[in-house]
Each structure stands twice: as C-alpha cells, then as structure tokens.
C-alpha cells in the first residue's frame, strides 16, 4: 500500500462517516489485514454504571473489522489485490469481557482471517491504553462490489 493510499483510507475511515465523527472515533493506522481505531471515552460514551456502553464497543469493533477489509491482504506469498469498496456487516458476534471508564482510551485492533469473493471474515480485540483485554468481536462482512469514494 503506498504512503498516498494509506493517508486517503485514514482519512476516509475518520471523516467519511458523522457517526464516527460524532462519536469521536478515529481510523489510527493501517497495515496489511489489520486496522487500528482508537477512541477516549466521553462522558455520552458511557452507560449508567459509567463505563463504556456496549454500543461503542460494538461499533468500535465493527468499524476496525470493516476498515481492515480495505488493505491488502497476503495470500500464502503472494498479496491480494486491494479492494477499495463498501463493505457491509452480515453477522457479528461480541463477548463483552471487562469495562473501561471515562477517559479510557479504547484501541480496536481489526483483522482479516480469510476473504473470498463476496464475504470477508475477521476478528478484532479491543484493549484500553494499558493493554488490558476488554471485548472481542468476530464478523462476518459483505464486500458489495460498489467502489469507495476516496
């Protein structure tokens, strides 16, 4: 992936979307079959308990998945072609293991496990500033066909 290419899809990952922006969730990094989004939680990111809803969990989860579907991926010695299109989430299961509190900062780390031609499975773990373990996510994702608009 070129330097050019990997700013576009940071910015698109960041930008593109108001419930990202609104939600303060921002595309950090990109590698091959893996994103990483991150996330401090505010005060409207919590539940009643005051740590973080399992809402932006998931979101933040599903948005890492989705955004790693864009990379390229390696396939034994050779990389995949880059699929620069929207992806949509099919299935997704959560386990919700530990909580974080405001000013948490939420690291998702999304990969691919395997794409075929239309489906894309991945995996994404999300920890707290000290690595600490807090939910994992295993999606199952569209890919539609219909290019980015980058």
Known sequence: MTNELKEKLLAYGTKAEPFTVHNHIRVT???????????????????RWGT????IL???ADIAAGTATRTPQEHGK???????EVCLTVNASIDFLDAAGLGSTLIAV?????????????????????GRL???L???MDLTGRPLEL
Request: proline share 2%; aromatic share 4%; net charge negative.
């Open 29 to 47: 990094d990109l590698q091959d079959g893996e994103a990483r989004v991150e996330l401090t939680l505010q005060p409207e990111s919590l539940n």
């Open 52 to 55: 973080a809803h399992g809402g």
């Open 58 to 60: 998931f979101a933040l």
């Open 78 to 84: 050779a990389i995949l072609t880059l699929r620069q």
């Open 110 to 130: 999304g990969h691919v496990d395997r794409m075929g031609k239309s489906l894309c499975f991945c995996h994404t773990d999300i920890t707290d500033e000290t």
């Open 134 to 136: 807090l939910a994992t």
């Open 138 to 140: 295993r999606t199952v």
